[in-house]
């Protein structure tokens, strides 16, 4: 292949993938965009401190230190090998051969040679977690809602990994035997340590061999890097991505403090002859539905934290409900949310999304999964990325507790007593704190 022929392939091949990653990112823009307007920019500093430590600094991961060990050289290995990414993208373009390499003398032997190390990492790194998935069978990975394509592109992606890291290694191999033997074009790097274990089964292969095979390698290696930039905008691995606006955006409050609706709040201060909270309710026909029924009920936040799930268990593995055998997952809540929103995006995007009959409570969330939360929280302090699955199933329960006086039996007992006792109990108010006067007067 001339060197021209090349550049234009590379050329053509860099436009196809920034063309599917640009529609992909339009449509994922336009899920998330399907969700209610919420103001989340207030306290910016508190917000830049989120995404530092939550989502550069992993702070959360370190709960589980040999995972978060783990995923950590994943992690760093994806963020820094993208520099020598870079090199070949403008290889790729101008026709040359690692251009870096005579700017920075020495310096690049020292960075292939760190690059190499985090390859070695990465790889070691994904084998584990593959044995994790596989034949451990950590609990967590085995759950219901991970069969078939959830578990298959967990998989998927580590496998990929390895793939493109050998592909590094390879490449660097037959590099260097090409550079031993003067051979035009190749452009000495220094020795590289972990490169050089794949050296001897390629010493006997003659010049041209070994220019097809350091070509073959760099093509994969540059293909599949581009495969796995819009590959993962279909995974679970779009967490790598949106981990840094999802926790930018999160949650400032106190956890456990659940979001009143303001009119509904001022409706019983009113009946109970406190003051409302606010001057001027606003007219009925602006409040809307009580509550979430779809995903454009639900804030456009909790689509992010949908689209940002990584599907890694940790809410589900501390679920009271899941761990006492009900049917509710946090995880599923937030796939079945994911879901949902991108058929809901790709049905409107066709112009089809006015008579579709399906809707996140019940053709994805059952009821019974929604009646087993404790609104324990557990969920959202387990979540490495501050994701809030327990906020969408409560904005789903407040739509059947408020639209469709759906509770189970047990509830509406609770609730008239609320409403008519003022405690859940049914003590009349006067006899809430009798035990207290009875206490006193025993002393
Ligand atoms: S808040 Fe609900 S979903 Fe979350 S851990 Fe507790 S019981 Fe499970
Ligand atoms: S919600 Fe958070 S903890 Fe749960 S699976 Fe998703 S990323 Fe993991």
Redesign the pocket.
Known sequence: MTTYVAQVIFLLLLAVAGWLLARRIRFIKAAIGLGKPEQRTDHPAARWRNMLLVAFGQRKMFKKPIPALLHLFVYVGFLLINIEVLEIIIDGLAGTHRIFAPYLGHAYTWLLNFFELLAVLVMAACVIFLIRRNIIKVPRFHKPEMRHWPYLDANLILIFEILLVLAILNMNAADQLLQARGVAHYTPTGKLLFSSFFMPPLQGLSTPVLVAMERFFWWFHIAGILAFAVYVTYSKHLHIFMAFPNTWYADLQPKGKMSNMEVVTNEVKMMLGLQPTQEAAPPPEEIGRFGAKDVTDLSWKSLMDAFT????????AECPANLTGKKLS??KI?MDTRDRAEELARLQLTGNGTDDPHTLLDNFISREELHACTTCNA?VE????L?N?LRIILDLRRYLVMEESSAPAEWNAMFQNIETSFNPWKFAPTDRFKWADEMKSNN
């Not at 799930?309 to 589900?316: A, K």
């Not at 387990?382 to 990325?385: L, R, S």
């Open positions: 799930c990584t599907e890694c268990g940790r809410c589900t946090p995880r937030m969920c387990a979540c490495p990325v994701i699955p």
